[in-house]
T-cell receptor
Framework: GAGVSQSPSNKVTEKGKDVELRCDPI?????LYWYRQSLGQGLEFLIY????????KSGLPSDRFSAERTGGSVSTLTIQRTQQEDSAVYLC??????????FGSGTRLTVV | QQPVQSPQAVILREGEDAVINCSSS?????VHWYRQKHGEAPVFLMI?????EQKGHEKISASFNEKKQQSSLYLTASQLSYSGTYFC???????????FGTGTQLKVEL
């Protein structure tokens, strides 16, 4: 597609439930990134996929968070046993190496 | 380590100029600049690479001082549409992973 697509755009879940967030990057972009942004805050790095290399998971806040990227394209971020502090906007971005990021519109996650 | 931006916030009258600074404690490979409007995703403005190459929008200018590990974004003849939060992002190692700065809120008024 023309841009980075994320789904769902909004997700309300109960504390303790698992959620899956999806990102469909721009076709041909080799790099894919996940960030999260709490209300009024900056962008916190979560994970980075570059081509066929092992992902950089250094930003994942706990082992409840995981992500995969299938076939070098679509990525899924999974949060298990959600907590209230997981509430945030989860942003996905893709890029070519050495170029700027194109962000998706994000998934607003609310844990109640 | 998160890069530090200054100022934290600035209010301009339309037509005025502004400079936003980004400072890192680590050696930089590249610096990106993004603008985020309320409720929207960040939008890429410019990338500055080690060695002097720049890629971005023609109406945006920025500088990259590799020795001082700093970058500055120059907004001239500001328009109402320039309002938003500006983030720098720095790459300090291999690859293209960005660590975003603390953000600068810019408001342009009539």
């Amino acid at each position: 597609g023309a841009g980075v697509s994320q789904s769902p755009s909004n997700k309300v879940t109960e504390k303790g439930k698992d959620v899956e967030l999806r990102c469909d990057p721009i076709s041909g972009h080799t790099a894919l990134y996940w960030y999260r942004q709490s209300l009024g805050q900056g962008l916190e790095f979560l994970i980075y996929f570059q081509g066929n290399s092992a992902p950089d998971k250094s930003g994942l806040p706990s082992d409840r968070f995981s992500a995969e990227r299938t076939g070098g394209s679509v990525s899924t971020l999974t949060i298990q046993r959600t907590q209230q502090e997981d509430s945030a906007v989860y942003l996905c971005a893709s890029s070519l190496s050495g170029y700027g990021y194109t962000f998706g519109s994000g998934t607003r996650l609310t844990v109640v | 380590q998160q890069p530090v931006q200054s100022p934290q916030a600035v209010i301009l009258r339309e037509g005025e100029d502004a400079v936003i600074n980004c400072s890192s404690s680590k050696a930089l490979y590249s610096v990106h600049w993004y603008r985020q409007k309320h409720g929207e995703a960040p939008v890429f403005l410019m990338i500055l690479l080690k060695g002097g190459e720049q890629k971005g929008h023609e109406k945006i200018s920025a500088s990259f001082n590799e020795k001082k590990q700093q970058s500055s974004l120059y907004l001239t003849a500001s328009q109402l549409s320039y309002s938003g939060t500006y983030f720098c992002g720095t790459v300090t190692g291999g690859g293209n992973k960005l660590t975003f700065g603390t953000g600068t809120q810019l408001k342009v008024e009539l």
